[in-house]
Nanobody
Framework: QVQLVESGGGLVQAGGSLRLSCAAS????????MGWFRQAPGKEREFVAA????????YYADSVKGRFTIARDNAKNTVYLQMNSLKLEDTAVYYC??????????????????WGQGTQVTVSS
């Protein structure tokens, strides 16, 4: 079992930055691939970024590439999402998720069993 708790959301002006954190329970955190997803009002949940367990390989949605950075600290059981150059369209509830397999996080979010409760990010003009 993995429990995930996000934090760090808030209100920020366009062009600003935020860093989200996702704290995980359990002693096998490093063996899990982690991902960030988001859901805007009236839209489907979409993939944002993922990071592999031990290798630290990363993968990003085209919409955030070059602006967002995913990182993890296995000693702290935490994954981060650094968001820079925020745009109005980045407004959403952001969720973290976990799975044993990197490919599942990236391509098969419907199969993910471990999700956080979400944190709201609002970008204003």
């Amino acid at each position: 079992q993995v429990q995930l708790v996000e934090s760090g959301g808030g209100l920020v002006q366009a062009g600003g930055s935020l860093r989200l954190s996702c704290a995980a329970s359990g002693r096998t955190f490093s063996s899990y691939a982690m991902g960030w997803f988001r859901q805007a009002p009236g839209k489907e949940r979409e993939f944002v970024a993922a990071i592999n367990g031990n290798s630290g390989s990363t993968y990003y949605a085209d919409s955030v590439k070059g602006r967002f950075t995913i990182a993890r600290d296995n000693a702290k059981n935490t994954v981060y999402l650094q968001m820079n150059s925020l745009k109005l369209e980045d407004t959403a509830v952001y969720y973290c998720a976990a799975d044993r397999f990197f490919s599942t996080v990236i391509y098969s979010s419907r199969e993910l069993n471990y999700w956080g409760q979400g944190t709201q990010v609002t970008v204003s003009s």
